[in-house]
T-cell receptor, first 112, second 112 residues
Framework: NAGVTQTPKFRVLKTGQSMTLLCAQD?????MYWYRQDPGMGLRLIHY???????AKGEVPDGYNVSRLKKQNFLLGLESAAPSQTSVYFC???????????FGAGTRLSVL | EDQVTQSPEALRLQEGESSSLNCSYT??????LFWYRQDPGKGPEFLFT???AGEEKEKERLKATLTKKESFLHITAPKPEDSATYLC?????????????FGKGTKLTVNP
């Protein structure tokens, strides 16, 4: 049982490049989330999904897009990366009951 | 706007020296308060959920309590392996209840 798996673990991009972060969960969870964590800022919600085929904006959605085509996968896209998007990105998932979120190990992204 | 403030930002303890971490919150109706532990280079790991004032939960050397304005995470006789960043989060009862709002965390270091 792997839980929540994020790929890649590390990535370096140049300004203007695009990339997709993949989050996969094997717990049959309905809800999935993408956060970013910056020093001194805490975890901030980017986008989330309440079920397959749905997405919604969080606190800091600008510059990111998401898709939830399959229940087990939640993709985070950066169309044109900017240095301000340098951060650690965490994916989380949970069931439809209590809001106990299970987190992946994170993706460390640097945009030069 | 829902807000979570954690104090202190950092805390150093000697092994066996008990202390408490504070989480103050402002939320439009509390649906739940959550404590997570985060080790360096890893994603947050769920510890406790509290739902109503007066509620307490315990796990090994940790005990979480809740009032109408704040929560405390009491650490009794800590060990070096308790060193981590402890995150507090709240879920509002109204509007966007699928989301958690996180504090910036308290970094705990326990010296042997």
């Amino acid at each position: 049982n792997a839980g929540v798996t994020q790929t890649p673990k590390f990535r370096v991009l140049k300004t203007g490049q695009s990339m997709t972060l993949l989050c996969a969960q094997d717990m049959n969870h309905e809800y999935m989330y993408w956060y970013r964590q910056d020093p001194g800022m805490g975890l901030r919600l980017i986008h989330y999904s309440v079920g397959e085929g749905t997405t919604a904006k969080g606190e800091v959605p600008d510059g990111y897009n998401v898709s939830r085509l399959k229940k087990q996968n939640f993709l985070l896209g950066l169309e044109s990366a900017a240095p301000s998007q340098t951060s650690v990105y965490f994916c989380a998932s949970r069931t439809g009951g209590q809001n106990i979120q299970y987190f992946g190990a994170g993706t460390r992204l640097s945009v030069l | 706007e829902d807000q979570v403030t954690q104090s202190p930002e950092a805390l150093r303890l000697q092994e066996g020296e008990s202390s408490s971490l504070n989480c103050s919150y402002t939320v439009s109706g509390l649906r739940g308060l959550f404590w997570y532990r985060q080790d360096p280079g890893k994603g947050p790991e769920f510890l406790f959920t509290l739902y109503s004032a007066g509620e307490e939960k315990e796990k090994e050397r940790l005990k979480a309590t809740l009032t109408k304005k704040e929560s405390f995470l009491h650490i009794t006789a800590p060990k070096p392996e308790d060193s981590a960043t402890y995150l507090c989060a709240v879920q509002a009862a109204q509007g966007g209840s699928e989301k958690l709002v996180f504090g910036k965390g308290t970094k705990l270091t326990v010296n042997p």
